[in-house]
């Protein structure tokens, strides 16, 4: 009896031990496939991070001045304090941007100052790291941006579909992501946001056909969570949590960007009361066969309602309140910077006075800017998405596609209501048309791509023929890329690089451990913003003033049709302005030794600040080519000579920036730079006057030796 019970407990002990092996093995499975796929996703995004750090370190062009103006100017000046010489604008002054965005910047800018303190930098390595740190922080927010798009592609046409690797290829060689998706605009950030908040939507609330083709699509492990709705619908809530507090984010910089929000939560809320009404006229016949099923999907419905008015209620309140105390920290005191944006900006109706534009901008520039040459198939797969909203059970993703093309137009449309538009104000839609334009991209090159003779279903002439208009668009994209980045705007920053360097040459002595560091002026006589500022002058002894361009704030409507800012005052008469605004006699005497003539012209711009409101002649002056001729003739006679000259554009449309940078300054011996040989002497006559008044014989020991201190 006891061997037959014995017998039996092992064999039920056995028994258990194979079915807990086999549920092991089972459970296993699934684990090993999303242990591939975690793999594939961590390699995509991680060469996606070093392509956007590439991607930041071959930009050498300027776009706009508010990537440096709205970012790093403020987040410089939280780095180093107000007297670090960070140019603030009027918009600061104003409170009508918010602290958060250049609070990041302000912690990179204290992480790479730290750095270069720990390895001892030299003073040019270290302005250097700081000019590249921001780009490189913003580069890691791009590559998230990307990875986040492929991932939404894949939850929209599946993992491993075609359509899905397209968007990612799309991403990755789309020139204006090349050209603007690294620069630190808050729009960048906020495309960013966008689309994390894009990807953890829960669709499946705003359509029955969505959530089928999310069961289709998804893992072994999904569909088995998708069996009970309790834990469904915890899953979902967790990933609205995120969605929710990125769209707060992305609202808060950029207080547009709720559009798109209001957008989805309508389909949303239209959706949950189309089920209710679904419910209410539903026949009696079907109440009575499945009567549970009704309330509890009901309840399900109610449920997700309102989960997401929680949800928006929690994280809209959290992110306004670290907003709040940020801007507090910044500002000194309590402040709402997004309602202050629309007062400034709409009911003044200031952002008119930095441009007008025709209301068909985006639909005849925006667009095409965005997707260059991904355009003609974005706009096919713009049109598709609208029509599945008529049978969304034909189309994979459908209902999807059809929410991210309506925002993709209703952002545009409103903002083309407002007079001041920008390409990059609807950036946060351009992963949206990459997604929508994947599928015609896959019709039209995926036959001609598909090596296999069985499957291939055109004529050869035909494959031959779409291959190479596939390679003509990467080459295109390619060009343009290469181009505004390398090319369209370059001397911007390439002029700065140059202050940077005359200024650890010749006013840093790095003979002790801490070197003193004197002061040099530079002046630019450019439109305002023309150039970046402290973020890459760096150097706190450089002091420099530009042309501002204040707004007319508070000003009447006549008022501020007759409003001219300080640019503009220049740009109209520059004789006049020259005579008006600058020190009465530009400097005259050329000197060997630069610190007594830094000496002596500190001591007259004190004379001259004391007496009258007119600036000071700096050593150094920064013009563009086109006031080449009215420079020459205003300062004729002077001690300004050309030091440095360098290319900017081929082209562009405001006329006062057209031409190459041009540098002159006051000490000519300073042109020795631009030789190719250390040695070789510019034969233009200022060396052989610059002796002669020094007393120095040509050819003695005496100027050889001063010109070897020159280059030591």
């Known amino acids: 009896m006891s061997t037959s019970s014995s017998d039996a407990s092992q064999t039920l002990t056995k028994t258990a031990k194979a079915r807990d092996t086999a549920n092991d093995q089972h459970r296993r499975l699934p684990d090993t496939a999303s242990l591939a796929s975690s793999t594939t996703s961590q390699n995509v995004l991680l060469f996606l991070i070093a392509f956007r750090i590439l991607n930041a370190l071959c930009i050498r062009t300027f776009f706009q001045p508010d990537e440096y103006f709205q970012s790093l100017e403020p987040a410089w000046q939280i780095a180093f304090g107000n007297q670090s010489g960070a140019w603030i604008t009027w918009e600061w002054k104003e409170r009508i941007r918010s602290a958060l965005h250049p609070a990041f910047f302000a912690g990179v800018y204290l992480i790479a100052d730290t750095v270069s303190g720990i390895l001892h930098l030299s003073p040019l390595s270290r302005a250097e790291l700081l000019v590249t740190a921001p780009a490189t922080f913003q580069a890691i927010i791009s590559a998230i941006s990307d990875y986040y798009t492929w991932k939404l592609a894949q939850s929209v046409y599946g993992k491993k579909s075609q359509e899905a690797e397209t968007v990612l290829v799309l991403t990755v060689v789309s020139p204006w992501q090349w050209f603007c998706s690294t620069r630190t605009f808050s729009n960048c950030v906020e495309t960013s946001l966008t689309i994390v908040a894009l990807y953890n939507w829960p669709w499946s609330w705003t359509s029955s056909v969505a959530l089928r083709d999310q069961e289709k699509t998804s893992e072994p492990d999904t569909q088995s969570r998708q069996q009970d709705p309790a834990a469904n619908l915890y899953d979902e809530s967790y990933n609205l949590k995120t969605s929710l507090a990125a769209a707060a984010t992305a609202c808060i910089l950029r207080p547009t960007?709720?559009?798109?929000?209001?957008?989805?939560?309508?389909?949303?809320?239209?959706?949950?009361?189309?089920?209710?009404?679904?419910?209410?006229?539903s026949s009696d016949a079907t109440v009575l066969k499945q009567p549970r099923e009704f309330k509890s999907s009901l309840r399900l419905e109610r449920a997700k309602l309102l989960e997401l008015l929680r949800g928006t209620l929690f994280c809209g309140s959290g992110v306004l309140a670290l907003t709040l105390m940020v801007d507090k920290l910044y500002y000194g005191f309590w402040t709402v910077p997004p309602l202050k944006f629309f007062l400034v900006n709409v009911i003044q109706s200031l952002a008119g006075f930095y441009g007008r534009n025709d209301w068909h901008y985006y639909l005849s520039q925006g667009y095409p800017l965005l997707l260059t040459t991904a355009l003609p198939f974005a706009a096919p797969g713009l049109y598709r998405a609208f029509v599945s909203r008529l049978h969304p059970e034909r189309l994979h993703g459908g209902h999807i596609r059809y929410q991210l093309a309506s925002i993709s137009v209703i952002l545009p449309a409103f903002l083309s209501l407002l007079s001041h538009k920008e390409v990059r104000f609807i950036l946060p839609i351009l992963p949206c048309l990459h997604v929508l334009a994947a599928p015609i991209l896959v019709f039209f090159f995926g036959p001609a791509l598909d090596s296999s003779p069985a499957k291939q279903r055109l004529p050869r002439g035909s494959v031959i023929m779409r291959r190479i208009l596939l390679t003509f668009l990467l080459c295109m994209n390619a060009i343009i890329a290469f181009y505004t980045t390398a090319f369209h705007g370059q001397g911007a920053l390439a002029?700065?690089?140059?202050?940077?360097?005359?200024?650890?040459?010749?006013?840093?002595?790095?003979?002790?451990?801490?070197?003193?560091?004197?002061?040099?002026?530079?002046?630019?006589?450019?439109?305002?913003?023309?150039?970046?500022?402290?973020?890459?002058?760096?150097?706190?002894?450089?002091?420099?003033?530009?042309?501002?361009?204040?707004?007319?704030?508070?000003?009447?409507?006549?008022?501020?049709?007759?409003?001219?800012d300080e640019a503009d005052q220049f740009y109209a008469d520059p004789s006049m302005w020259l005579r008006m605004n600058m020190a009465r006699y530009p400097p005259r005497t050329r000197r060997l030794f630069p610190q007594q003539h830094r000496a002596l012209m500190h001591a007259d711009s004190n004379a001259i600040k004391g007496t009258q409101s007119r600036r000071e002649w700096p050593e150094y002056l920064a013009f563009f080519e086109q006031l080449e001729n009215l420079m020459q003739t205003q300062l004729r006679n002077s001690g300004y000579t050309e030091c440095w000259r360098t290319f900017n554009t081929h082209w562009h449309d405001d006329w006062r920036r057209q031409g190459d940078i041009i540098v002159w300054c006051q000490h000519p011996e300073r042109k020795l730079l631009k030789s190719s040989s250390r040695t070789e002497v510019p034969r233009d006559g200022w060396w052989q006057k610059l002796l002669y008044r020094n007393g120095i014989k040509r050819g003695s020991s005496k100027e050889k030796g001063i010109r070897k201190n020159l280059w030591t």
């Open 257 to 281: 960007n709720i559009l798109l929000w209001i957008t989805l939560s309508l389909f949303a809320l239209f959706q949950a009361r189309q089920e209710n009404s679904t419910f209410s006229v």
């Open 495 to 564: 002029v700065m690089g140059y202050f940077r360097q005359q200024y650890s040459l010749y006013y840093i002595s790095s003979g002790s451990k801490s070197p003193h560091q004197e002061h040099m002026t530079v002046g630019f006589l450019m439109p305002c913003h023309s150039t970046p500022w402290r973020s890459h002058l760096v150097f706190a002894g450089i002091d420099a003033w530009a042309l501002t361009c204040e707004p007319p704030l508070n000003m009447t409507m006549e008022e501020k049709t007759r409003y001219l």
